[in-house]
């Protein structure tokens, strides 16, 4: 297969991607340089970074931005976005499910092992009805491109996706460096996520709210890696940003300690993993969480997003189900393919992949982050050695993949312009409705010939421009 | 708001006004020190002194030790401390500040991190600018950005405290360590110290400006207590925190103990002359002012929940 590059091909420019090229006419190689310099400056300065403690260094990074936008047509974003749509009912109706009536394991579409013996999976969620019967508000779809027409799901994000603040700030970077990109209204704004945000939350309120949602997100606090982005969508939805220690309990409802007294809380957004939820029901040791949290959930004081036991749907194993999900809750075919997968829990499967490790991407079933993970065409003969004995000895736990050939776009690199590899994160948005922002989170793989995005192994992101019709 | 909020506004507050003023004492002692007789006086003594800094067991104390533990020292009171503790509540709260304030506690902060003690010592000047000029930018920013809502009082309420009870500490120490033999008051020695002390609090053009004449202790005094003209001066730190107080009250339909502390002790200043404390004692107003001073914070603190 050959690299597809999304700017040029066949010697060709691509039509999307012809203001960008007359941008980069215009500009020049050594301009574009300096306003890259001033761009993360200008990151730096608002405070839009991840902290990295305990490592020695500087404790608070940037995630490295690439000032070339990376652009989808108007007609390749409507298929991805009619998929990703797609793809967040199948996911939530299986949650439904899994947590009600089963039929899906029962019809034996999907082992019954992979949802029970799921660490995400919580008994105590069985039987109970979250508002709008919605899990995962926030799915977070994380796509490749091999193709002008081949887009893949590379794995879906259900319990709390990250890196939207970036999404947001890349444009407001962007829009304050070059305003003419954007003068003749041929980008989609994405400005409107975090209002669409605040009324998808508002309109998963618990039974007990009878007057205006309040809104809360909770954070593990400033030292977490992503407070910014905690603290950022806190402020464009005018929510308060709190901790644990700054709610209780109390007849079946949770309050925040304000300097007004206690004030109620209707929905709260947690950027907290289920476990340090709620001390009494998940994690006695913990000094965390909301002690009675879990509680006042299950009896309709609260709502919690996105649902504790969300998590069961967005493993490595039951991603290859996902097909399944659409094909039996939706009767539709899937719209994106995801990306063909071999699970070493198969016999068949297993045999392949240890003859084939050269060839494949092996992942923890469990894992995430790019941690973790053999790439087998760029490890050494002991790397992969080492990684077939860790399958041997325990093949649930890992799937394989064959390395994609992943588009490449346009990137500066030490003062030049280089191909590297992108994938892309929509940030899809499940209420009573479904909202989607145009375009998403664009990671690049900064390292030559590197394959990982992920910003913990030196990835770095762009603008991600959808284009409007009329373009 | 959350009482969290709140906390860590007035925090904030606190820390950008003792910073700035940290900076000052150092602008004092390092003049004090160029002046003649310096090396018998342990002027850099008193200077740690007033700002709550444990001297060394042999006390000797010369302008590296002091500029490590005002200006570098990890933790504590120095300036970078302070600006450290400043930023790092203001960005627990960053959705509370406009991003102008952010920045102005944002831009720069880890500058003192590759700074020496021998470097700072060639530099001295430049850093006690950097000081002021972060704390002024900073206030400038909250002045000319801030919503004048609940959020602006508390972050206003830690800057005031901290401001009137530094002027508070700066005149206990004229008595404390300046100054142990009443029975030279008003002589040469004297009035160098009190104008080291009007030096201290940037109040040397101003003390000319208003009492016109040689600098005499009364009225150094009253200029550092009672001259509600004089922006540093204690009783104007307490009407304007009552000012604030009184704000949250209207806002919030409630008032606290802190309340009745804030009335008290505007009250009692309000009364005051510097005949009367003179004759009563300095050192004793002081003293108990300053009590009154931290007691007005600890029923803050807790009549919002922090």
């Known amino acids: 297969m050959l690299l597809f590059d999304e700017m040029r091909s066949d010697g060709a420019t691509r039509a999307p991607y012809a203001g960008v090229e007359g941008w980069l006419d215009d500009i020049g190689l050594s301009l574009l340089d300096l306003r890259s310099k001033e761009a993360e400056a200008l990151f730096r300065r608002i405070g839009i970074t991840f902290a990295v403690y305990g490592e020695g260094g500087d404790p608070e990074r940037l995630i490295p931005f690439d000032l070339i936008p990376r652009v989808i047509a108007a007609a390749e974003w409507e298929r991805l976005s009619a998929g990703i749509k797609q793809r967040a009912r199948a996911l939530n109706a299986f949650l439904y499910d899994v947590y009600h009536r089963r039929e899906i394991l029962r019809a034996g579409r999907i082992p019954s092992r992979l949802v029970t013996q799921n660490d995400a999976f919580l008994p105590e969620m069985i039987g109970f009805e979250p508002p709008g019967r919605v899990y995962s508000h926030i799915v977070g779809v994380d796509l490749v491109r091999t193709g002008p027409d081949d887009f893949f799901v ?9 890196g939207v603040s970036y999404m947001l700030e890349n444009r407001e970077i962007m829009m304050r460096m070059f305003p003419d990109l954007f003068e003749d209204g041929l980008v989609r704004p994405v400005d409107g996520y975090a209002a669409d945000l605040r009324r998808t939350l508002e309109e998963v309120a618990p039974p007990a709210c009878k007057q205006d949602p309040q809104v809360v997100v909770l954070t593990p606090g400033p030292f977490n890696s992503a407070y910014y982005e905690h603290s950022f969508l806190a402020d464009s939805m005018g929510a308060d940003l709190v901790e644990a220690r700054d709610l209780y309990v109390q007849e079946g409802r949770v309050w925040r300690r304000t300097t007004r007294g206690p004030e109620v809380v209707d929905v709260i957004y947690r950027r907290i993993d289920d476990d340090f939820l709620d001390p009494l029901a998940f994690r006695p040791d913990s000094a965390l969480g909301v002690p009675g949290l879990m509680h006042a959930y299950l009896s309709g004081g609260v709502t919690i997003a996105s649902a504790p036991g969300a998590g069961v749907a967005d493993d490595k194993a039951i991603y290859t189900y996902v097909p399944e999900m659409i094909d039996f809750y939706l009767g539709e075919a899937p719209i994106l393919p995801n990306v063909q997968t071999f699970k070493c829990s198969e016999p068949d499967d297993l045999s392949y992949v240890l003859d084939n490790l050269r060839d494949l991407v092996v992942k923890e079933v469990a894992g995430s982050g790019g941690y973790g993970m053999l790439v087998g065409p760029r490890s050494t003969e002991a790397e992969v050695e080492a990684y077939r004995a860790r399958i041997e000895a325990d093949p649930e736990d890992f799937i394989a993949q064959p390395t994609l050939d992943l588009s490449a776009a346009p990137t500066l690199a030490s003062g030049k312009i280089v191909s590297r590899h992108v994938d892309l994160r929509p940030y899809c948005l499940v209420g009573k409705q479904i909202r989607l922002t145009p375009g998403g989170l664009t990671r690049v793989a900064l390292r030559e010939g590197s394959l990982v995005v992920n910003s913990s192994q030196g990835g770095g992101v762009k603008d991600t421009w959808v284009l409007s019709k009329e373009s | 708001m959350l009482s969290r909020t709140a906390a860590n506004l007035y925090w904030t507050g606190r820390y950008v006004e003792r910073a700035d003023a940290t900076a000052r004492l150092l602008a004092m002692g390092a003049r004090m020190t160029m002046l003649p007789g310096a090396a018998t006086r342990g002027d850099w003594q008193s200077v740690l002194q007033t700002a709550g800094v444990p001297l060394p067991e042999d006390g000797l104390t010369g302008r ?29 709260e960053r959705t509370a500040l406009t991003s102008l304030m952010w920045e102005a506690l944002n831009d720069d902060w880890r500058a003192l991190e590759v700074v020496n003690v021998a470097a700072a010592s060639q530099s001295l000047p430049d850093h006690i600018d950097w000081a002021h000029r972060r704390a002024a930018t900073f206030r400038g920013a909250t002045e000319t950005t801030m919503l004048r809502d609940d959020r602006y009082d508390f972050l206003r309420l830690g800057g005031l405290i901290e401001r009137a009870a530094m002027t508070l500490r700066l005149l206990d120490v004229k008595y404390l360590a300046l100054l142990p033999e009443r029975d030279v008051v008003g002589g040469g020695r004297d009035l160098y110290q009190w104008t080291s002390l009007l030096l201290a609090s940037s109040a040397l053009r101003a003390y000319h400006h208003v009492y016109r004449g040689d600098v005499k202790a009364r009225n150094v005094a009253d200029l550092l207590l009672l001259n509600r003209a004089f922006p540093r001066a204690v009783a104007l730190c307490a009407d304007e925190a009552g000012a604030a107080l009184d704000r949250l009250a209207g806002r919030y339909g409630q008032r606290h103990d802190c309340h009745d502390r804030a009335n008290a002790l505007c009250e009692t200043l309000r009364n005051a002359d510097t005949d009367t404390i003179f004759s009563d004692g300095l050192h004793e107003f002081v003293t108990e002012t300053l009590d009154d001073v931290l007691a007005l914070h600890s029923a803050i603190a807790e009549a919002y929940g922090f």
Not at chain 1, 154 to 160: H, P, Q, S, V, Y
Not at chain 2, 79 to 88: P, W
């Open chain 1, 154 to 162: 590379l794995e879906d994000n259900c319990r709390t996706p990250s």
């Open chain 2, 64 to 92: 590296r030790e002091a500029i490590e533990a005002l200006l570098l020292a990890p933790g504590g009171s120095s300036i970078k401390a302070c600006f450290e503790a400043a930023r790092s509540n203001g960005r627990a």
